[in-house]
């Protein structure tokens, strides 16, 4: 319950959690879906977790089912993902598990590579669940020269002239930022579908993106959800990274291509990439915090 008594934060949460049977919207944050996955397995009683309409970023429940999976935890799914049954009354039993590359993370990393780096090898990433692995055949189809060995776990990109490409985000939406930062460097057109869920992230993306840059010189329309964004041109300028970590990394790597760009809350990079500026410097970037 509410400590204010109108629905918001600070939340006070009182268990034991019994179990029983709720519905849930597919359409806006994954993150609910696989919170309910995790903890009602635990609860005293089974549950049953209805998904009203699509079910996007499906691919982020996979990886909690994955991870599920190894734990011993039995989900059983719904027809048409329509939701999940689950037994109560069991137990986590996890002793090992090795946490695979991030390749969200690794997208700021790929981008960089093939718009400004030499060759970039990237290690650690396997085959897994994870939806944002999509970023290498959406390179590849941009026209990168870009591989992946996927039994080393390693994948190599080397600066490329790239191209437009359509992309449907319904299932990738923490690749949204990247991708318009590609389209914006690269020739041609890049269309950006399906993607009103990413207004619903830690900022409304669509328009952060769309706003910081138009800044940069970039034509680029937003629309209720959709980005369309023109490449060919673009220049440095003073932005906001909106507290959001995405939206800083990936206006790091278009200030990279530009040269000249300041970017305020870059602090908000420790939610998922502590090491993103070191990283980055690596590849060449000359950056100067705290100015």
């Given at each position: ?139 590849a189809e941009m026209g990168a020269k870009i591989a992946w060995d996927q039994e080393k776990g390693e ?31 690269a020739s041609g057109e890049m269309r950006i579908v399906n993607a009103s869920h990413v207004r619903y ?91």
């Open positions: 319950f509410s400590t204010k008594g109108d629905g918001t934060a600070p939340i006070v949460v009182q268990g034991p959690l019994r179990g029983g049977r709720t519905r849930i919207s597919g359409s806006i944050r994954s993150q609910f879906i696989s919170a309910l996955l995790i903890a009602c397995p635990l609860a005293e009683n089974d549950s049953t977790i209805e998904i009203e309409g699509e079910l996007k970023s499906r691919p982020y429940v996979d990886v909690t089912l994955e991870v599920l999976h190894e734990a011993g935890i039995e989900i059983r799914e719904r027809d048409s993902d329509s939701g999940f049954l689950i037994k109560g009354g069991q137990r986590l039993d996890l002793a090992r598990y090795t946490v695979p590359g991030d390749f969200s993370s690794s997208s700021y990393l790929l981008a960089a590579g093939a718009l400004v780096g030499k060759h970039v090898t990237i290690r650690n990433l396997y085959r897994s669940a994870q939806g944002d692995s999509a970023i290498i055949p959406i390179l994948v190599t990109i080397a600066r490329s002239d790239l191209h437009g490409v359509t992309v449907d985000v319904g299932k990738t939406p923490d690749l949204v930022p990247t991708l318009a930062v590609l389209g914006a460097c992230k830690e900022t409304d993306r669509l328009h952060a993106m769309a706003v910081e840059l138009t800044k940069m010189g970039v034509n680029i329309t937003e629309t209720e959800d959709e980005l369309h964004v023109r490449g060919g041109g673009i220049h440095g300028a003073t932005l906001h990274g909106w507290d959001d970590h995405r939206i800083v990394m990936a206006l790091t790597v278009a200030g990279m291509v530009a040269g000249g760009t300041k970017i305020d809350t870059a602090e908000s990079v420790a939610v998922s990439y502590p090491g993103f500026f070191e990283e980055i410097e690596g590849l060449g970037a000359g950056i100067r915090k705290g100015f």
